[in-house]
């Protein structure tokens, strides 16, 4: 099907498509704190356009609070695109230069230390505020 659509021959092989994901599992766990910028920045944009629908203002006020919260989730949504990118280029530099094998298992470690540096992040946090 996709040959009759492209003139060349595309493979995609589910190894890649799993050590993309990994890694972008990786990054994401791992840079909160781009995130966390990238989501408030998204929300803003989405809240910006959003008001921009309305005409009147008793109507954009009334139904301000749950047309917020549905831009939240879809600013959380939307944020996870740059991070597959980067998941992908990783694991495909990474694919290039050590071999398959090694993408796999470095995304894998990457995303146990990830989960260990956000676990230590966050009490480092709790610990800050009390």
């Keep these: 099907m996709l040959q009759d659509i492209f003139p060349f021959i595309f493979s995609i092989s589910p ?3 799993a050590g993309g994901f990994l890694w972008s599992l990786a990054l994401y766990i791992t840079l909160t704190k ?5 989501m408030e920045q998204l929300t803003r944009w989405l809240n ?3 008001r921009s629908l309305f005409i009147s203002m008793e109507e954009f006020e009334d ?14 949504i939307l944020s996870i695109i740059p991070f597959s990118v980067l998941g992908f280029l990783s694991n495909w530099a ?3 230069s050590l071999g398959g ?3 796999i298992s470095l995304g894998i470690m ?9 676990l230590g992040n966050q009490d480092g ?3 800050d505020e009390e």
């Design 94 to 96: 990474l694919d290039l």
């Design 34 to 38: 781009v995130k966390n910028w990238l």
């Design 125 to 127: 946090e709790m610990s």
């Design 15 to 17: 190894v890649m498509i």
């Design 110 to 118: 990457t995303c146990v230390v990830g989960g260990v540096f956000a």
């Design 101 to 103: 094998s090694w993408s």
């Design 63 to 76: 139904t301000r609070v749950a047309r917020e919260a549905q831009n939240i989730f879809y600013a959380s």
């Design 48 to 50: 910006f356009a959003d």
